[in-house]
């Protein structure tokens, strides 16, 4: 087998798991690189917890860099990819980048457009920023409040409403209701009772990734703690003044998080690749018919489960991780003249904390919920976090987080010179 350049574009769960995969399977004669708009892996799960001020944000990422041996890492966008001339190009590259084998793991990108307004007055929660930027709204939320005497606007300023039911949508709900039910005696203009969470899911009932059992349980002890749900409840848009409702009803909230829509990468989008459903359509084998030596997997691939009747396989990052091992193994029995494999993977299960030490978790088809979900959910994210600096980070914010009063500091990025604004 000759020296191949294998290129992968994307540096999510499922393009790190490639790269890895590879460096231990491909000769030392092959080259791999590994093309990322940003220099890091972001750990999802964490977002949420970055958002309600429990995790800093630099703590729910881990350098590319630190995570390979021998790929060569190059943070940029790319601007072009030439399928004929096997050449790639980036914005504000010297030259071409050159490849026998390329990867394509971009993932998708937010849908901002998704409702009218969403995207002027919504805050969506994919990246560390955007977490950061929520935890900033949050917090510069309760300082205006404290200014406020009109009770009407004080009372929109401490409403968060989250659009999406899902376990993303859960999750950062839990968060905002954890720090406001612990930072709330910070702030002597306001009350417990003055701070308001509003969860909307326009399906019957929240995460519909679980059981009916889990997803009704937590329910149930979201309800309890004070968070608003409101299932069956689809937003009709986004305003300045709050989010529109199906009956018309205006939801007064002075953030509106979005954890829902998602579109095409602009990259996927451009390249005349077969698509399914917005995604590239790829083989049994994660190969993209037609266009020999070009493999993609991750959300910007429709994937197909052997073990789940060849359905597409779910946006999560255990299906990423094993597709990118999968993915690299593969590539490697084609390059040696070998028989490739179709992708089968039965997922180990579904976790999502819903606050305040509790969690729901199923795994392996054992299902868990309270205190012992919540053990269960540090624990296994615990395990997946890239890296040891970053696990040890983790569980000592976590134990730092529980002993300590919550971090009321609003992290501003405002450089020297340019006007302080709360917003």
């Given at each position: 087998?000759?020296?191949?350049?294998?290129?992968?574009?994307?540096?999510?769960?499922?393009?790190?798991?490639?790269?890895?995969?590879?460096?231990?399977?491909?000769?030392?004669?092959?080259s791999?690189?590994?093309?990322?708009?940003e220099?890091?892996?972001?750990?999802?799960?964490?977002?949420?917890?970055?958002?309600?001020?429990a995790?800093?944000?630099?703590?729910?990422?881990?350098?590319?860099?630190?995570?390979?041996?021998?790929?060569?890492?190059?943070?940029?966008?790319?601007?072009?990819?030439?399928?004929e001339?096997?050449?790639?190009?980036?914005?504000g590259?010297?030259?071409?980048?050159e490849?026998?084998?390329?990867?394509?793991?971009p993932?998708?990108?937010?849908?901002?457009?998704?409702?009218?307004?969403?995207?002027?007055?919504?805050?969506?929660?994919?990246?560390?920023?955007?977490?950061?930027?929520?935890r900033?709204r949050?917090i510069?939320?309760?300082?205006?409040?404290?200014?406020?005497?009109?009770?009407d606007?004080?009372?929109?300023?401490?409403?968060?409403?989250?659009?999406?039911?899902?376990?993303?949508?859960?999750?950062?709900?839990?968060?905002i209701?954890?720090?406001?039910?612990?930072a709330?005696?910070?702030?002597?203009?306001?009350?417990?009772?003055?701070?308001?969470?509003?969860?909307?899911?326009d399906?019957?009932?929240?995460?519909?990734?679980?059981?009916?059992?889990?997803?009704?349980?937590a329910?149930?002890?979201?309800?309890?703690?004070?968070?608003?749900?409101?299932?069956?409840?689809?937003?009709?848009?986004?305003s300045?003044?709050?989010?529109?409702?199906?009956?018309?009803?205006?939801?007064?909230?002075?953030?509106?998080?979005?954890?829902?829509?998602?579109?095409?990468?602009?990259?996927?989008?451009?390249?005349?690749?077969?698509?399914?459903?917005?995604?590239?359509?790829?083989?049994?084998?994660?190969?993209?018919?037609?266009?020999?030596?070009?493999?993609?997997l991750?959300?910007c691939?429709?994937?197909?489960?052997?073990l789940?009747?060849d359905?597409?396989?779910?946006?999560?990052?255990?299906?990423?991780?094993?597709?990118?091992?999968?993915?690299?193994?593969?590539?490697?029995?084609?390059?040696?003249?070998?028989?490739?494999?179709?992708?089968?993977?039965?997922?180990?299960?579904?976790?999502?904390?819903?606050?305040?030490?509790?969690?729901?978790?199923?795994?392996?088809?054992?299902?868990?919920?309270?205190?012992?979900?919540?053990?269960?959910?540090?624990?296994?994210?615990?395990?997946?976090?890239?890296?040891?600096?970053?696990?040890?980070r983790?569980?000592?914010?976590?134990n730092w987080?529980?002993?300590f009063?919550p971090?009321?500091?609003?992290?501003?990025?405002?450089?020297?010179?340019?006007?302080?604004?709360?917003?």
């Open positions: 087998m000759k020296g191949q350049r294998i290129v992968i574009i994307g540096g999510g769960f499922g393009g790190i798991a490639a790269a890895r995969r590879l460096e231990k399977r491909l000769p030392d004669h092959g791999i690189t590994l093309i990322s708009a220099n890091h892996i972001t750990y999802s799960p964490l977002l949420a917890e970055v958002a309600g001020a995790v800093l944000p630099g703590h729910a990422v881990a350098p590319l860099r630190q995570m390979v041996r021998r790929t060569r890492v190059l943070m940029g966008e790319v601007e072009q990819v030439d399928l001339g096997r050449e790639i190009r980036c914005f590259g010297d030259g071409p980048i490849f026998d084998q390329l990867v394509l793991a993932g998708r990108a937010a849908n901002v457009d998704l409702l009218p307004g969403m995207a002027e007055h919504a805050l969506p929660l994919k990246t560390p920023g955007d977490a950061l930027h929520v900033n949050l510069g939320n309760l300082e205006r409040a404290e200014f406020e005497d009109d009770a606007r004080c009372h929109r300023l401490t409403t968060f409403a989250v659009i999406g039911g899902g376990a993303s949508g859960v999750e950062v709900a839990g968060a209701h954890d720090f406001l039910d612990r709330h005696r910070y702030y002597q203009g306001t009350s417990a009772e003055d701070f308001r969470v509003v969860l909307l899911h399906g019957p009932r929240i995460l519909p990734e679980l059981s009916e059992e889990l997803g009704r349980y329910e149930r002890k979201m309800r309890a703690r004070g968070i608003e749900i409101r299932t069956g409840c689809a937003a009709r848009s986004v300045a003044a709050g989010v529109e409702l199906p009956d018309g009803e205006i939801l007064r909230a002075g953030t509106v998080i979005s954890t829902v829509g998602t579109r095409p990468h602009p990259l996927v989008e451009h390249m005349a690749l077969p698509m399914e459903g917005g995604k590239i359509r790829v083989a049994a084998d994660l190969a993209v018919p037609g266009h020999p030596g070009v493999w993609a991750g959300d691939a429709s994937i197909p489960n052997r789940d009747g359905r597409p396989c779910p946006p999560t990052a255990q299906f990423a991780d094993r597709q990118g091992r999968w993915l690299a193994d593969n590539l490697v029995a084609r390059l040696r003249g070998g028989s490739t494999r179709p992708f089968a993977f039965e997922p180990l299960g579904q976790l999502a904390s819903i606050g305040h030490h509790t969690a729901v978790a199923e795994l392996h088809g054992w299902r868990f919920s309270g205190f012992v979900g919540w053990l269960l959910w540090r624990g296994v994210y615990l395990m997946k976090m890239p890296t040891l600096a970053r696990k040890v983790v569980f000592g914010e976590w987080n529980m002993l009063p971090d009321v500091a609003r992290l501003s990025l405002r450089r020297t010179g340019e006007p302080a604004e709360l917003d």
